[in-house]
């Protein structure tokens, strides 16, 4: 047979049938869900499923009245959608790299725009970063997880980690940082001069800055900057 057969193709492509763990990566940028009960995740992820799920959005206090004002302040929150029954439901966020985390009473800090799905399991809140708000039109927000539970999250192309030790802080574009250990505070740096100096366009660079000890997440890529200078005033 051809190896370039459609019999091929449908060979080296098709679902597994079996019903593994409640996250499982079909492709490096497709997320299996085997969904049970319940699931969150975020809206418009969704490109394929079967069985019996219902989805719906988020609704204005379901998690609660706090949260419903952070969403609201940033003005673009991450939009939830909750997906019930029983089968397995399909995700992807415009072809990006998917990684799984499995929490065990551990917390993760992930950017608004690259958290893709996680257990009920999980306790989260939303956590402005109100120095940011006007600079960028991007990672205005970011989500802290925690608990005992599975986590997905997105990257442009491959993810870095890079480790913060005591007295060597690292710092990070915030438009292409995608994660953190959920106890570190990022400071924001700003250099007038160094995005001048490559090239990106007038005005300020800005910069994140981790201390103390954990990791960062970075991804080869930085969302939110469009044909001119990242920053938004």
Do not use: C
């Not at 940011?132 to 990257?155: C, D, E, Q, Y």
């Amino acid at each position: 047979m051809s190896k370039y057969s459609l019999d091929e193709f449908i060979r080296n492509t098709q679902q597994d049938e079996g019903r593994n763990e409640f996250f499982e990566l079909e492709t490096p940028r497709i997320l299996e869900v085997n969904l049970e009960e319940i699931v969150w995740t975020k809206m418009g992820s969704m490109i394929s499923y079967t069985g019996n799920i219902k989805f719906e959005r988020e609704k204005m206090l379901e998690h609660g009245i706090g949260k419903m004002f952070k969403k609201a302040f940033t003005g673009e929150g991450t939009a939830l959608m909750k997906a019930t029954g029983n089968g397995q439901l399909y995700l992807a966020d415009q072809g990006k790299k998917i990684t799984i985390f499995d929490l065990n009473n551990e917390a993760i800090t992930v950017n608004g725009n690259d958290l893709l799905a996680f257990e009920p399991s999980i306790d989260w809140d939303i956590h402005l970063m109100r120095k940011m708000a006007g600079m960028m039109s991007g990672g205005l927000f970011n989500v802290n997880l925690r608990g005992r539970g599975k986590v997905a999250i997105t990257s442009h192309y491959e993810p870095l980690t890079l480790l913060v030790k005591p007295g060597r802080p690292v710092l990070t574009d915030p438009n292409a940082t995608v994660a953190w250990s959920g106890h570190l505070e990022p400071e924001f740096r700003t250099d007038i001069n160094f995005r001048t100096f490559l090239g990106r366009g007038s005005g300020e660079s800005i910069q994140m800055e981790f201390s103390g000890e954990g990791f960062v997440i970075v991804q080869p890529f930085e969302e939110g900057l469009t044909s001119g200078s990242g920053e938004h005033s």
